[in-house]
């Protein structure tokens, strides 16, 4: 009976229960759904504007600005979760990111766009810190790093099938942008149901704290996520966005761009996992920063010497596995966090990641009219400024010793 798949079970309770009821088996459902709908949306996203309402590059770095309101909002979660349960809410999320993806061809104005593009932000943004917050939660520390890099992997295996459908089904069947986008979201949607009535709540041992929680311990935390906001958003945004503007790839050819980074990713992910494990967050963290810091200024010599599709197309896909190394930053917090701060720091460190994120792309959007090599020299500035604070992070981090600036406690004699 349903009543008694909803029912309440702590970890420990849950390893008798079969390998996809259990935790870790929600956490690949989850990683396998949203994609899904994303990826579907964001295929189509730069064509769909260019074709049917028109954009420019302030009308899309508008439209990311207010896609990123509600990650800045995402500290509303540690509201919503003194009243639901952060599973359920999580999937709730997902619910409402697949409903708001199948509508968002219904809607082919700016204004319009903009609306739906809000709602499935907020499903979008609130499934990924409670989702976060959750992995962090439910797995053990010493295999986070390489289950995260799974999980990740599984999230590109989402993202793979999507861009096989819309590449073998977009021009052979002439489809619509509405039919692939109901398509996408309403797959999302009925999985996040689905799940909802076949999995227990399960029970994680330290209990959350239900308040906003700033502490000055988590500093470099704080930091490491704002840098990768913005980072991250001129990536999001610009690189895709040139791609179509600039070099004119038409949908399938987009979506083959995507699947080639995706299958890469799926092989790369968990081994970029177990690199984490073995060398430690400083040492991945340094790594992804030197390379993107490199990606950033070849992009911009595309526009300053003219190079070719080519080397656009190496620069999207190595650019992707880089981003796979920022798991360590998740590591990293699970190391030196209070067991009871993980949910609320999710939430805080959400909001943190997406400040940037708020007025950075319509800011960009105006600059990149003028000068899209500006934009991508602006990106390898902030890979440097996180590299620097890489550094700062220790080779064992732990409760107390969370910089290179505080010394580790000591141990008691034995």
Do not use: C
């Not at 009243?83 to 968002?104: H, Y």
């Not at 021009?171 to 996040?192: E, H, K, N």
């Amino acid at each position: 009976m349903i009543g008694d798949k909803i029912r309440t079970v702590t970890l420990e309770e849950a390893r008798a229960l079969p390998r996809w009821r259990q935790p870790i088996g929600l956490l690949v459902l989850m990683a396998l759904a949203m994609p899904i709908a994303y990826s579907t949306w964001s295929t189509l996203l730069n064509n769909f504007v260019i074709e049917v309402a028109s954009f420019d590059g302030a009308d899309i770095g508008l439209l990311h600005t207010v896609r990123e309101i509600p990650g800045f909002l995402a500290v509303g979660v540690i509201a919503l979760i003194i009243f639901i349960r952060e599973q359920v809410l999580g999937l709730v999320s997902l619910v409402l990111l697949g409903v708001a993806t199948g509508l968002t061809a219904q809607f082919p104005s700016l204004g319009g766009i903009l609306v739906i593009t809000l709602f499935s932000s907020i499903g979008f943004h609130y499934y990924e810190t409670v989702n976060q917050s959750l992995q962090l939660q439910w797995l053990d520390k010493k295999r986070a790093p390489q289950v995260l890099g799974w999980l990740m992997a599984a999230g590109s295996g989402g993202t793979l099938l999507a861009y096989t459908l819309i590449i073998l089904t977009w021009r052979a069947y002439d489809l619509s942008y509405s039919t692939v986008y109901w398509a996408g979201g309403g797959f999302t949607a009925l999985v996040a149901v689905a799940a909802l009535l076949l999995y227990p709540q399960f029970e994680a041992p330290n209990p959350q704290r239900k308040q906003m929680i700033l502490r000055r311990r988590y500093w470099l935390y704080y930091a490491l996520q704002f840098m990768a906001g913005a980072r991250r958003q001129i990536f999001i945004v610009f690189a895709g966005f040139m791609m179509v503007e600039r070099f004119h790839f038409d949908v399938h050819e987009v979506a083959g761009l995507f699947m080639a980074t995706l299958v890469l990713n799926m092989m790369v992910a968990p081994i970029l996992g177990r690199v984490v494990a073995v060398f430690g967050e400083r040492a991945a963290l340094v790594f992804e920063y030197i390379g993107l810091a490199v990606i950033f200024l070849l992009y911009a010599g595309i526009y300053l010497f003219d190079w070719g599709v080519w080397l656009a197309i190496v620069l999207y896909i190595v650019d992707h596995l880089f981003f796979s190394l920022a798991l360590a930053i998740k590591t990293y917090f699970q190391k030196i966090a209070d067991p009871g701060d993980i949910a609320p720091t999710a939430a805080v460190a959400f909001t943190i990641n997406h400040i940037a994120a708020v007025f950075l792309p319509v800011a960009l959007g105006l600059l990149w009219l003028t000068s899209p090599m500006a934009v991508f020299l602006m990106a390898a500035g902030m890979a440097l400024t996180s590299l620097v604070l890489a550094t700062l992070i220790p080779r064992h981090p732990e409760p107390g010793h969370e910089t290179v600036l505080t010394l580790p406690a000591p141990r008691p004699a034995e």
